[in-house]
């Protein structure tokens, strides 16, 4: 891991305990922030890679380590140092009792958590939404809006 | 700033859809009939379908108090195609002053959008009214920089997203180009971005968009979700450019993070999406709402000055208080 690497997840850690202190505090949500599931505080190192992503604007990198803030049944929510966007289309990969398992989670949200960290959250979706979503990306002059 | 329009008699409303005399000239070839009611007659046809509109007949109409021509609701797909192919000719027309083509520019495009609005027809929108707008656009500025000022002054303040959409299009560039913005590229893509800046709007439930109380928190969750909705619409489509794109998703940011959808802080927002931000809340604060009446000037101005201090571009948001109130004292000299 490189030191720039190095430093930002120790930023990332520092946001994270000061986020997951925060919410302690802060009575449920209400309307498209209210998930479906209950959330399970669940904080470890995650790798993440595109696969469907906003090329034109997206400066994040096509892979990159985060770390989770919880889990639920339907989605997952990670903080990271890149902002990324509503609708991209991730692959995370994780170890599980040292099973690695990969899941794919489509962007729902993005806010600023700190001066450099950004709260991300998404929701799992199949394969073949996956793929079809990646698919749309070359023929998107053809899509209907 | 309120367009003209004379809305079509009663009788003829059921049947015919009123359209601009001067988007026709001398040599119009028609795919739908023509109708005119001079000096307040009965509706006659003035050019069938296939036939070719010459000046002669024209004049005759405008001596005889035309002051719309009818089309056949029937036809009206047919009226519009005419319509977007005669806008692409109507900035190098001889016979039109400058206002006059911006109005017939400005309503027509409208009418186009909120066709294709209504009618969720967004291809089209994006596609082909957006390219012929912007090229207007940056022509007409380009040849005359009255041309500017003329659209500002004309803009429509009724509350529908299609004319909001168009106006902040108008003003947008307006402010790019008294910012000292002349390159014809970056112009066109404020046109557009401004254009498209609200299309994510297109997915918010129109109950949501018109309501006229105040919002349930649900409901305004979905309604800030228009700016994400925007970006996943257009971010492949070819043709926009990342600079069209971070207005249509930062408009809705503010300088000190309290903005949405992402929170973003001062130069994280780009220029352009902060110049969309301005003319944004200025057009959404003087027009009418179906929860309030339109703000005066004066008010919209007060509130742009209170939002200057910490969450939009002060600078910016000065610069278009003194466009908007320039063009005001020049039609009050005119008045």
Redesign the interface.
């Known amino acids: 891991m490189t030191e720039e690497a190095g430093a930002h997840l120790d930023a990332l850690r520092r946001t994270l305990k000061r986020l997951v202190e925060d919410e302690s505090d802060r009575p449920a949500a209400?309307?498209?922030?209210k998930r479906q599931h209950d959330r399970h505080l669940y904080m470890t190192e995650v790798d993440v890679r595109y696969v469907k992503r906003?090329e034109?604007?997206s400066e994040c990198p096509d892979e990159f380590t985060a770390i989770t803030k919880d889990v639920s049944r339907s989605g997952i929510s990670f903080i990271h140092v890149y902002?990324m966007?509503?609708?991209e289309i991730v692959r995370v990969e994780l170890t599980v009792q040292n099973i690695r398992k990969h899941l794919l989670v489509r962007i729902v949200?993005?806010?600023?958590a700190g001066?450099k960290v950004?709260d991300i959250a998404g929701v799992f979706v199949s394969p073949e939404e996956a793929q079809a979503a990646a698919e749309?990306?070359q023929g998107?002059?053809h899509q209907?809006? | 700033m309120t367009a003209t329009r004379t809305p079509p008699p009663t009788n003829l409303r059921k049947s015919y859809v009123p359209v601009p005399v001067d988007l026709f000239a001398d040599g119009s070839l028609l795919t739908f009939a023509l109708y005119a009611r001079p000096h307040g007659a009965a509706i006659g046809c003035i050019c069938h379908s296939g036939e070719t509109l010459d000046r002669a007949r024209l004049d005759e109409m405008k001596e005889a108090g035309a002051r719309v021509f009818y089309v056949d609701t029937a036809e009206h797909r047919a009226y519009q195609r005419f319509a977007e192919a005669a806008l692409g000719n109507v900035v190098g027309r001889t016979d039109l002053s400058t206002p006059k083509k911006v109005e017939i520019c400005y309503n027509t495009t409208r009418e186009l959008i909120r066709e294709a609005f209504e009618s969720s027809n967004l291809e089209q929108m994006v596609d082909t009214h957006r390219e012929t707008w912007v090229n207007n656009m940056v022509s007409l500025i380009c040849s005359d920089e009255a041309a500017l000022d003329s659209m500002v002054g004309m803009l429509s303040h009724d509350y529908y997203t299609y004319t909001h959409m168009v106006n902040v299009s108008v003003m947008v560039t307006a402010l790019a180009y008294r910012l000292g913005h002349r390159d014809k590229d970056l112009l066109r893509q404020m046109a557009s971005g401004g254009l498209l800046h609200d299309i994510g709007k297109t997915s918010v439930c129109p109950e949501t968009l018109n309501k006229v109380g105040r919002l349930a928190p649900a409901e305004w969750d979905e309604l800030k979700r228009h700016p994400d909705l925007g970006l996943q619409v257009l971010h492949s489509r070819p043709g926009i450019m990342p600079l069209e794109l971070m207005m249509v998703h930062q408009h809705h940011e503010k300088l000190d993070g309290s903005g949405y959808p992402q929170g973003l802080l001062g130069s994280e927002i780009t220029a352009e999406a902060q110049m969309t931000a301005v003319v944004d809340i200025y057009d959404a604060l003087t027009s009418k709402r179906p929860y309030r009446e339109a703000m005066l000037h004066e008010r919209a101005v007060a509130i742009l000055k209170e939002e200057a201090a910490a969450k939009i571009n002060r600078d910016m948001a000065m610069a278009w208080i003194d466009t908007v109130e320039r063009i005001r004292a020049q039609e009050h000299r005119h008045d």
């Open positions: 209400k309307g498209a922030e906003y034109q604007v902002q966007y509503a609708g949200r993005c806010r600023r001066l950004f749309s990306r998107a002059s209907r809006l």
